[in-house]
């Protein structure tokens, strides 16, 4: 009975607790939708009852948003409290035969009960388990309505194999605004899930207890080609390979795809890619005579300048990627392969350092700041790559807007149609920052800036020492620099 007690005393505070939340969240949104009353024929002048009908729209959609997440937690914790409850009230297994067939009971029921297929409401009840156990931070944001439910899925399966001090320090930096390294650029929830996997991923690889390189050494073992016939007379080939070749391989299909295209190509570029690749490995060049040649593939490398010189194992950047082993990254350096353009970091707070800053128009150097600046387009959820993507001046030429990186975003050509059709407008940028976007309803949209990371320090040495002029505006290169271009030319 003392089992019975403490699992009640436990489920019905978070019950409780749960349960609260939604019906604060269901209220606000009642109160939300009761602001818009409709006028009469007789209405006060100056009323705007359409734009006050489509404030009240959008209001509800974003509360019934936050609905949706806090319902999503509850079904989180009655999950977690039924298979508790449940387990209790059997007592211990006598064999592993009886615990395995209980367990596929429990699953059985909630399947049935939520009309989902036994595979999901095992998935599901496996990450019921690991927020209510291990993730209360993230409970506590879906409960409050801050993420949503694919948001949690994407924390549960990045924290996947962590201990619980990795998984903790994982959840602070995105869901506790307060932390001494709280993530950059747009909260958690503001970012499309998308986006967000794409950040998580690429903060576990930095900070795995297990470094990146001893995992991609295991990884690299692993390498193969798999295949997979489909439907209608169609089959996928799959290349398992490391990031930097898998890169190397996309950029040059998309490149030259692009080079086929012109007013008489019928194909897409998707469908070129295809046949480019499937020309390449069959020996074929997949090229109608007399087209264009194709463009060079430009893909940037990040890397912490001490990690390039072998000081350290901070993981680098990989344009389109994500991190990748400091030894790739060298390797990529040293061959000077020509798909790949380096940029370092400044070893003291990660933010890439500028070179070639004094040209007044656009310059190469200027249009690869804003590649890694951006990494992809800058409107709200867009994951359009940098390769596709236009400079656009955020306050235009003719408006007095100069041609400084601080007043120029990548945007994609549809994004950048819909700036000069509508009133959606960016807003301003620094440097270091891309712009966030402001809806014709005046709602603004943060940017969803790359999360960089500080870099790690050699024993013995700390970031006091100046490595860079103060003013970094002025385009002269600092001792460093200038020892890392005669290192590289050597």
């Known amino acids: ?128 388990h690991a927020l209510t156990t291990c993730l209360p931070a993230a409970l506590d944001a879906l409960q409050a309505g801050k993420i949503s439910w694919q948001h949690a899925r994407i924390i549960v399966d990045e924290t996947t194999g962590l201990d619980h001090a990795a998984a903790a320090a994982l959840e602070a930096h995105f869901l506790d605004p307060e932390a001494p390294d709280a993530a950059r650029g747009a909260a958690a929830g503001e970012l499309a899930p998308a986006r967000f996997r794409r950040k998580v991923r690429a903060w576990r690889e930095r900070h795995h207890p297990e470094s990146l390189e001893a995992r991609h050494e295991k990884s690299v073992q692993d390498r193969r080609v798999e295949y997979s016939p489909d439907r209608n007379g169609m089959a996928w080939i799959s290349l398992y390979m490391p990031a930097d070749t898998a890169c190397a391989v996309w950029n040059k299909a998309s490149a030259l795809a692009r080079g086929l295209q012109g007013p008489d190509e019928p194909r897409t570029l998707t469908q070129l890619r295809a046949d480019v690749a499937a020309g390449l490995l069959l020996g074929t060049s997949g090229q109608r005579a007399g087209a264009a040649p194709y463009a060079k593939a430009d893909v940037l490398v990040t890397v912490p300048v001490l990690a390039l010189l072998g000081a350290t194992d901070q993981p680098a950047e990989l344009d389109n990627y994500g991190p990748i082993p400091a030894s790739m990254a060298r390797r990529l350096v040293a061959e000077g392969s020509g798909s790949f353009y380096r940029v370092l970091v400044d070893p003291r707070d990660g933010a890439p350092l500028e070179i070639s800053r004094t040209s007044y128009r656009l310059t190469e150097p200027m249009k690869r700041w804003l590649k890694m600046r951006d990494a992809t387009c800058t409107f709200p959820g867009c994951s359009n790559h940098t390769q596709d993507n236009e400079n656009d001046h955020l306050t235009a030429w003719h408006h007095g807007g100069n041609t400084g990186v601080s007043n120029l975003g990548h945007v994609c050509p549809k994004h950048h149609r819909l700036k000069h059709r509508s009133l959606w407008r960016p807003d301003p940028a620094t440097m270091d920052e891309p712009p966030g976007w402001t809806s014709p309803t005046g709602r603004h949209y943060p940017a969803e800036e790359p999360d960089w990371q500080r870099p790690q320090w050699p024993p013995g040495i700390g970031p006091g020492v100046s490595l860079v002029p103060p003013d970094r505006t002025t385009g002269e290169f600092s001792i460093l620099e200038r020892a890392l271009a005669e290192y590289l030319a050597a």
């Open 1 to 128: 009975m003392d089992i019975r007690a403490a699992l009640e005393t436990g489920s019905r505070a978070g019950l409780a607790a749960a349960a609260t939340s939604l019906a604060g969240l269901v209220e606000e949104m009642a109160g939300e939708l009761g602001r818009f009353h409709a006028p009469d024929a007789g209405g006060a002048e100056g009323q705007d009852p359409l734009g006050e009908l489509a404030e009240s729209c959008l209001s509800g959609l974003s509360a019934v948003a936050r609905i949706e997440a806090a319902t999503a937690a509850l079904k989180v914790r009655l999950l977690s409290e039924y298979s508790e409850a449940a387990t209790a009230l059997e007592g211990p297994a006598e064999s592993a035969y009886e615990s395995s067939a209980r367990e596929m009971s429990l699953v059985a029921e909630i399947a049935c009960v939520l009309t989902v297929g036994e595979r999901a409401a095992a998935a599901l009840l496996g990450e019921a």
